[in-house]
Each structure stands twice: as C-alpha cells, then as structure tokens.
C-alpha cells in the first residue's frame, strides 16, 4: 500500500505543506519534458517550490533507458537533495524511483537492474503526482527500465512512494489520442491483474472497480471530457495500479515490450493489441496448460467474471468488445494499421518476449500460441 494517498481536484496544492513537514531545502524534480508545462504542474507548484533549490531533471527519453537512469542517478548525487518529487506519466515516475533508489546503493546500479544484486538501501523520500491516468506507477514497488531493447523490471518495497498526489485537474490538457492510449493500459492492467497467477481477493476488488469506472467514462474522456470523466479516469489508473502492485501483469504486457521498444508503438496502445485475442486464448485452456496453481475451474470462473464486468456473455464477444472499444476511442486494431507486418512481429516476439510476465499468465503460451495470437491482430 502506498504511505499516504491523497486524491482529487486541487490535491497538487498540497505538495507545499508536504515539503514543509519534512523540512525540505532541497528538491530533486523529475518530470516530463513538456508535460510539466502542459498539464498546468509548473504554474500550480510554483508557490511550493518558490524559495527551495530546485533542480528539475527532464533529459530522458519516452521509456526509461538504463543510461539515462544513470544520467539522473548522478545528477541527485550531485545536487544534494532532500525529497525526489516525480511530476508526470509512467516514464517520468519510473525514472524517478529508479534514480532515487539507484543513488543509494553500494551495489553496481546493471547489477540490480539485472537481479543479480539487491536493493539494499531506502532512498530520499519519493512524492509522486500523476500528469497522466493510465501506468499506475504511482501505486506500485516496481519500475521498468530497458537496457538496449531488452525491458527488466526492479522490484523493491522502497520503490512505493511515501506520497502520491492524484489531482485529475493535472490530467485535463491531455489530447485525446493520449488519453484514449493511457486509458487503455489502465484497463489491460486491470483486465491482467483479475486474471493474473497472483491475484488475490484484494487485487480483484481494485480490478474490478478500476474496469467499472473505466469502462463508464473512458468514451467521455476522450470525447468530451470533463471534470467527473477526468477524475473517474484518473482514480481507475490508479486502482489497477493498486492491482498490478499485489498481482503482476501477464501476457498482454509481456509482448507489448518489444512492440513499443523495436516499433515505437505507445505502451497502452501495444498492450491493448492483444488483449482481447489473449481473453479468448485463456479461455481455451485444459489441465495440460493450466498456470494457475488454483487449477482450470478457478480460472474459468475467473474469465466469467471478467466477462460479466465487461458486459458480455462469451470470451469471443469480450474479445470483439475490447477491439470495438479501442476503435471508438480512435486506435489500430490490427498491426498491418500501424504499418508492421505480422511475419516481422513474430520474429521479434519470438526473441525478445518477457518471459517474467509471461510467466503470470492463467494459461501458458509456447511459441506456437504466440504466433497464433500474432497473426490474429495481424
């Protein structure tokens, strides 16, 4: 569970008296390249920063990359701060648990992005607050990093910020083509976390909730958005984060990593191209492919509940839904939309799948299943 949470419009004002209580001199900003300015952050937190040493650290690219972790790491150690305080998407708070924790550590920073070293040590504290409602970021232990196009995933108790600001006003300048993108990965990580090997009653309680309220308000939020879709977007990015904290991803994100490392696809949009092919694959499931230790009848129960979330009465019909949802929110369906075939997918699938969060699926897939699924939204 995240320390402390606090939610809604006008929340960002907070940061001043939070800084003040711990005595803050010294502040580490991680924020996005220009969504810092766009989503209205710098002018709201102008009055809690004005009079502290401030530097901002911005200079990394859309999905965090081990060198420009390193970049930051040196950089905090440079500047002498007392709080790291994350202003952004997904990509801007991962970065910034990253650095904070990889700044502290006596361990060689691949070594434990790797896990073949620990993190052994607490960081500053961490303050996030979300420019975005989509990654969840904000409510988890685990930040993603890629060295090279190969994605791993540090996973630490002390990567949960100590505060999390989610004021939905920071999200109202989002354009809809990224709100309909973030969205989306907000559902799929609700979707994955209900069907994970890992759920537990308390992930599905998020997940369900952060699917309802996905589903009521997404279309408004892309189309006409307004405070209440706004807010119902930000709160459900923020449940299935909650989710994902106790359960993991699956499938659908384990191949959307090379799909947006090797063809640029945005994570929500590459997470959400399988999704509905991956309900109806976990629905074929037998004893002899089975992941779930709590065995094929569990998990089947587990999809006819999803699906009665979602509204439908069969895995195909979900499947059809999912697909029509992305379309009316203005997204490619199918990979040869975007330009890629699916021989090239498949090749670089095959050889750069993560095998971590395969692994989580209710449902085990072999090369053929992946090739299956591929050439389905191909």
């Known amino acids: 569970m995240t320390r402390r949470r606090y939610f809604g419009i006008g929340q960002a004002s907070r940061l001043a008296s939070l800084l003040d209580t711990l005595g803050v001199q010294r502040v580490f900003l991680v924020t996005g390249r220009s969504s810092f300015q766009a989503s209205g952050a710098a002018t709201t937190l102008a009055p809690a920063l004005a009079g502290r040493y401030t530097y901002r650290?911005?200079?990394?690219?859309?999905?965090?990359?081990?060198?420009?972790?390193?970049?930051?790491?040196?950089?905090?150690?440079?500047?002498?701060?007392?709080?790291?305080?994350?202003?952004?998407?997904?990509?801007?708070?991962?970065?910034?648990?990253?650095?904070?924790?990889?700044?502290?550590?006596?361990?060689?920073?691949?070594?434990i992005i790797t896990g073949h070293a620990p993190v052994a040590r607490r960081g500053l504290p961490l303050i996030c607050l979300p420019t975005m409602s989509g990654s969840g970021s904000e409510a988890t232990h685990f930040a993603v990093v890629y060295v090279g196009s190969k994605k791993f995933?540090?996973?630490?108790?002390?990567?949960?910020?100590?505060?999390?600001?989610?004021?939905?006003?920071?999200t109202f300048s989002l354009p809809p083509r990224l709100t309909a993108i973030t969205a989306m990965d907000a559902l799929a990580q609700a979707v994955e976390s209900y069907w994970s090997i890992h759920s537990t009653q308390r992930s599905k309680r998020y997940a369900a909730a952060a699917i309802r309220l996905a589903l009521k308000h997404v279309a408004a939020a892309v189309h006409a958005p307004s405070p209440t879709s706004r807010a119902a977007m930000s709160l459900a990015a923020h449940l299935a984060?909650?989710?994902?904290?106790?359960?993991?991803?699956?499938?659908a994100?384990?191949?959307?990593?090379?799909?947006?490392?090797?063809?640029g696809i945005p994570h929500g949009h590459a997470v959400s191209l399988t999704l509905g092919q991956l309900f109806l694959y976990n629905t074929q499931l037998d004893d002899s492919d089975v992941a779930d230790p709590r065995g094929r009848s569990y998990v089947l129960g587990t999809l006819a509940e999803l699906a009665t979330l979602l509204g439908c009465s069969s895995a195909t019909e979900c499947r059809d839904r999912i697909d029509a949802?992305?379309?009316?929110?203005?997204?490619?369906?199918?990979?040869?939309?975007?330009?890629?075939?699916?021989?090239e997918a498949l090749q670089v699938l095959e050889n750069?799948?993560?095998?971590?969060?395969?692994?989580?699926?209710?449902?085990?897939?072999d090369r053929d299943a992946i090739r299956g699924i591929v050439r389905a939204i191909g």
């Open 241 to 251: 984060g909650m989710a994902i904290n106790i359960s993991k991803t699956t499938a």
């Open 253 to 263: 994100h384990a191949l959307s990593y090379a799909l947006t490392s090797h063809f």
């Open 352 to 365: 750069n799948v993560n095998m971590e969060r395969l692994a989580n699926n209710p449902r085990r897939l």
């Open 57 to 111: 650290h911005f200079d990394f690219r859309e999905n965090p990359s081990f060198e420009d972790v390193l970049t930051g790491v040196l950089a905090l150690k440079a500047h002498a701060a007392d709080v790291v305080v994350a202003i952004g998407g997904g990509t801007a708070i991962d970065t910034a648990k990253l650095i904070n924790a990889l700044a502290f550590q006596e361990a060689a920073a691949l070594d």
């Open 153 to 170: 995933s540090v996973a630490h108790p002390s990567l949960l910020p100590d505060f999390v600001l989610i004021d939905p006003a920071l």
């Open 325 to 343: 949802a992305m379309r009316s929110l203005g997204l490619e369906t199918r990979l040869s939309e975007l330009g890629i075939s699916p021989a």
